[in-house]
């Protein structure tokens, strides 16, 4: 039997490990970082004519190529993640890809290795015919599954040549144009008291009683936020998830903290939250908690359903016989983060189902990376 050129690639793909590392130090140099599967597609795109390189940290590269093929009309940004989620608990061998009837099994096939072979063997077929009528910025960036430091690494990088116009970020959407997604923000708060010797704890002020206070308080702020849903996304959120306080059992704390998540709306950014929780501080008297860090790590996404880019995916996605309806997402990308940070409009679209990223045993439908690929040609083959 002959393996499409989606297939083949993906196989490829999925042998080269590039496990985000996430933070840890006991990840083996052998599975751990993007550089491999970087260096990989940099020469794989290369061997298309395509000026390939890599950017960012060496360790942890993201490779960019551009092809010109209309002046003037909008370069759209293709990006399709190198990186990871870890493979601790996996019951299939994550980097060697079996393929068993219509599926494929190992660590990114679905998440999203998928999307890149789509793009890559949708790029290759439309070159050689010598049909390309968009321009494309294909983008593999590292770390989208923990800090997203290779979009970041790529915009700078393009910044001195040019911007793109639209991106197009690959994730498992089982092939729906997805539109709109929440985006997280982080926040830490830290109450502050006095500490005494415990036998007498009037003697002092416990951080501890006032952070329950705080923790409180940001419960009801999320009851609030209920009230203001997006019709498609529904409300956003605040969740508190992580606290932490005292120094001994003997001692009255002077200092106690949390963490928080908050799931943010279209619209709504870092200081949305900010002014929140100084505003919701302020209304319960806690004027001994600090807001110490309030940030976003990945925005939302709201792209409008009359966006000329949402059109363009719409009509190739109806030359593949495939479903037009705008959809939403429970997870973050990187296209809200470029959305956010760059005001770039986006879509997420891949082939492959959330329900099996980051599994024991992800695989992805080899039939919908084949449609992908379709959908590429469609529409790479089709001026803005
Ligand atoms: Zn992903």
Redesign the pocket.
């Known amino acids: 039997m002959t393996l499409a050129a989606s297939t083949r690639y993906l196989r490829d793909y999925v042998a080269i490990p590039s496990v985000n590392p996430m933070g840890r130090s006991d990840l083996s140099a052998d599975i751990a970082g993007e550089a491999r599967y970087a260096g990989q597609l940099r020469e794989q795109l290369r061997g298309l004519g395509l000026d390939a390189e890599l950017v960012g940290d060496p360790a942890r590269p993201s490779v960019v190529a551009e092809v010109r093929a209309a002046k003037g009309s909008p370069s759209l940004l293709v990006a399709s993640?190198l990186d990871t989620v870890p493979v601790d608990d996996m019951e299939i061998d994550p980097f060697d890809p079996r393929i068993d009837g219509d599926r494929l099994y190992g660590r990114g096939a679905c998440?999203?290795k998928a999307g890149m072979a789509a793009l890559v063997a949708a790029l290759e077929r439309v070159l050689a015919a010598g049909r390309l009528r968009r321009n494309v910025v294909v983008v593999g960036e590292a770390d989208?599954?923990y800090a997203s430091v290779g979009v970041r690494d790529v915009m700078q990088h393009l910044g001195s040549k040019g911007r793109p116009d639209w991106v197009l970020a690959t994730?498992?959407t089982d092939l729906r144009p997805v539109t709109r997604h929440k985006g997280i923000a982080v926040a830490r708060l830290v109450a502050h008291g006095e500490a005494c010797h415990s036998s007498n704890p009037g003697e002092g002020s416990n951080a501890i009683v006032t952070l329950s206070r705080a923790v409180l308080a940001m419960d009801e702020l999320n009851r609030d936020l209920a009230g203001h849903a997006d019709p498609r996304l529904g409300p956003g959120t605040l969740s508190v998830n992580v606290a932490g306080g005292g120094q001994a059992l003997n001692i009255v704390p002077n200092e106690a903290w949390l963490l928080l998540d908050r799931r943010l709306l279209p619209g709504e950014d870092g200081e949305t939250l900010r002014k929140e929780l100084e505003a919701s501080l302020a209304a319960h008297g806690l004027t001994r908690v600090d807001i110490a860090a309030c940030s976003v790590a990945k925005g939302p996404l709201g792209t409008p359903d009359d966006h000329p880019l949402l059109r363009s995916c719409q009509d190739a996605l109806a030359r593949c016989g495939l479903s037009t309806e705008p959809a939403t997402a429970a997870?973050a990308?990187d296209a809200g983060v470029l959305e956010s940070e760059e005001s770039l409009p986006g879509i997420v679209m891949g082939p492959g189902s959330i329900a099996q990223?980051h599994t024991a045993r992800e695989f992805v439908d080899l039939r919908q990376v084949e449609k992908m690929t379709e959908f590429f040609v469609q529409l790479l083959e089709r001026p803005a």
């Open positions: 993640h998440d999203t989208e599954e994730e498992p997870f990308t990223a």
